[in-house]
């Protein structure tokens, strides 16, 4: 059974920095890839960021500020988000689907995560 689990989310400093952690369990990363979606209050869920094994994409949105990451080791999926803007403010979900090429097209994945709520404010 596969499943995703994140952590990390919390309070920040506009400015501030955050690594979010994407456990996944009943599958290898190997052959899956990783996208990172964030739903904000009365605002659609948007794709942000995807790591596969032979592409890694980011919106427009975070370029330059996230970077995504897999530890095969620990089979985890980080995103660390860096210059953080209270228009970050949202819950974060990682997802999972069988494939080597990554998307930021939400239903194209088979399994997501329960989200974890990353808040920027001073």
């Known amino acids: 059974q596969l499943q995703l689990v994140e952590s990390g989310g919390g309070l920040v400093q506009p400015g501030g920095s955050l690594r979010l952690s994407c456990a996944a369990s009943g599958f290898t990363l190997d052959t899956y890839a990783i996208g990172w979606f964030r739903q904000a209050p009365g605002k659609e869920r948007e794709g942000i960021s995807c790591?596969?094994?032979?592409?890694?994409f980011y919106a427009d949105s975070v370029k330059g500020r996230f970077t995504t990451s897999t530890d095969n080791a620990k089979n985890t999926v980080y995103l660390q988000m860096n210059t953080l803007k209270p228009e970050d403010t949202a819950i974060y979900y990682c997802?999972?689907?069988?494939?080597?090429?990554?998307?930021?097209?939400?239903?194209?994945?088979?399994?997501w995560g329960q989200g974890t709520q990353v808040t920027v404010s001073s």
């Open positions: 790591i596969g094994n032979y592409n890694t």
């Open positions: 997802a999972a689907r069988s494939a080597y090429f990554c998307t930021i097209d939400g239903p194209s994945y088979e399994s």
